[in-house]
């Protein structure tokens, strides 16, 4: 079994190990740089920055590395609709409460500035242009094309893999139910997303297109990328092992519940969000059910708990914390630099493949 496969050329990378794009400061220009300088892909996840964010953190990667990386941005259609913020905060008081906030007053504004990005992405020729929740159209993949950049979309079926592979992307990213984070699913009905298993999801989404397939959901380590590539797939993308990497931007009270946790205490929520995400289960979840609050779509009530959120992450208050999380929990290490995370990743799937 090779571990140089068609992504390492496509790519222009070393190891076919991708970095998770994950929203919300963790995929910090040193994160990013560092998987990429370890010959890996880093991401940036940019699906909640601005456009001068965007631009901000890929020139700060620059500065840094001088090889490939990606940006993943966000393809997804957005509520406008706010039809209760006020009544859903009401339920929330004694959260409010207990951080020593006040919700804020006002219907949430929404900004979508995905177009917007892609443009700037191709204006900052970015090697790879990674899409969560959706693909991008044809005429920017053609665009993006015509300036030498890669296009990848993440998938949790294979209906949405054959949707990505006939609009041209150069490569999907299948994303089992045990992924940590936001399912990358395109259509979420009755707030629920695709959670097919990694090892069923990956030789059917294989079978069914034309393009290099990247595997993800639970991967932790080198056994999973030789596992990865018994079932077809080019590689690995790997989210929550990066998650306490030295250079992460992960929140110390997240990094403390993520060793405590293991493969038992993760679960399928839209209580942050509005989009299903798995994560640590947690006192805010728990009142969320209890209380039979039901949440907003996406991204209402994204905005209605980011001021929880960003309390909660002050105080170091990870019960009140969007704490995504994939089932391969007890395979976190502490300490590790990216580096040394690719390093073990790989001398670990070449022992692997020894022993078989």
Known sequence: ?????????????????????????????????????????????????????????????????????????????????????????????????????????????????????????????????????????????????????????????????????????????????????????????????????TFALIPQVVDHVSIPVIAAGGIMDGRGLVAARALGADGIQLGTRFLNAVESGTDPAYKKELLESDEESTEITTAFSGRPARAIRNRFMGFLKANQIEPHSYPIQNLITKEIRAAAKQQGKAEYLSLWSGQGNRLIKEGQTAEEIIKEIITEAEKTMGQL
């Open 1 to 197: 079994m090779n571990l140089k496969t068609d992504i390492c050329s496509l790519f222009d990378i070393e190891f076919p190990i991708i970095q998770a794009g994950m929203a919300g400061g963790i995929t910090t220009p040193e994160l990013v740089a560092a998987v990429s300088d370890a010959g890996g892909l880093g991401t940036l996840a940019a699906g909640y920055l601005t456009p001068d964010g965007t631009r901000e953190a890929i020139r700060k990667i620059r500065e840094r590395t001088d090889r490939p990386f990606s940006v993943n941005l966000f393809r997804v259609e957005m509520e406008q609709e706010d039809q209760g913020t006020a009544s859903v905060q009401e339920k929330l008081l004694s959260i409010y409460e207990d951080l020593g906030i006040s919700p804020t007053t006002g219907k949430p504004k929404v900004k979508d500035y995905y177009e917007e990005q892609f443009d700037l992405l191709i204006e900052e020729r970015v090697p790879v242009i990674s899409t969560t929740f959706g693909v991008p159209d044809k005429e920017q993949v053609r665009r993006a094309h015509e300036h030498g950049l890669k296009l990848v979309t993440m998938v949790t079926t294979v209906k949405e893999a054959i949707q990505a592979d006939e609009v041209g992307v150069d490569s999907v990213v299948a994303q089992g139910g045990e992924a940590g984070g936001h399912r990358g699913t395109f259509d979420v009905i009755d707030g629920k997303g695709a959670a097919i298993g």
